[in-house]
């Protein structure tokens, strides 16, 4: 297994944790609208002696306050289900066996590089990035790089990853900005998934 499907392992089983999970919430929330239009059918009953244009108003303006809290409940239960998804992803991608962490981190690396002569800073607890990684980076430029990247002594508070400085340049390639990209798209699917179904129920 390479090391970009060591991330994608990664990931696939974070979605698989907030799919279950916000599924649930999903259950909790649609059984909640339920007792909701439960509720408003029996209001609509009790009210047909009203006026019965005080009356649609009054239901009208009762169901949509439900649908917002439902809503807000669901984005703030998918916020908390995602926020400790993407904790656990974030310490299985620090926590690579040293193999794939640097196999994956010299991929990044040489991506990532520019000129060749940047600065690599690394965590402050960072072990494994080290003057012999970057010895060997250097050796896997090849031609069209100066091959000169030094190990800087400045430390960065990052869990995992590194940042490569050149000047007022910086590139982030931290665990964090990693497992930060792949939580915002991972967001918007998400989002479609949930508030689009209930819009279409909604609009049923």
Do not use: C, W
């Amino acid at each position: 297994m390479n090391a970009e499907q060591v991330v994608e392992k990664i990931l696939s089983q974070a979605r698989g944790e907030a799919d279950t999970i916000l599924g649930e919430a999903k259950a909790k929330a649609d059984a909640q609208a339920k007792q909701t239009q439960a509720e408003l059918a029996e209001f609509n009953k009790q009210t047909q002696t009203l006026a019965r244009a005080a009356a649609d108003d009054k239901v009208r303006r009762m169901l949509a306050q439900a649908r917002m809290a439902h809503a807000r409940q669901l984005l703030g239960e998918r916020g908390e289900v995602l926020d400790g998804i993407f904790a656990k992803a974030l310490d299985k991608l620090n926590q690579l066996p040293d193999e794939q962490y640097l196999a994956l981190m010299k991929k990044l690396m040489t991506r990532a590089v520019e000129t060749g002569d940047e600065e690599v800073v690394v965590g402050k607890n960072e072990k494994r990035i080290n003057e012999d990684f970057v010895k060997k980076v250097n050796r896997d430029l090849g031609t069209g790089f100066k091959g000169s990247l030094k190990l800087s002594s400045r430390r960065a508070d990052i869990t995992g990853g590194f940042l490569l400085s050149h000047g007022r340049v910086q590139a982030n390639v931290s665990s964090e900005v990693l497992i930060g990209q792949a939580r915002e798209r991972m967001e918007i699917e998400l989002a479609n998934e949930l508030f689009g179904s209930r819009d279409s129920t909604k609009q049923g």
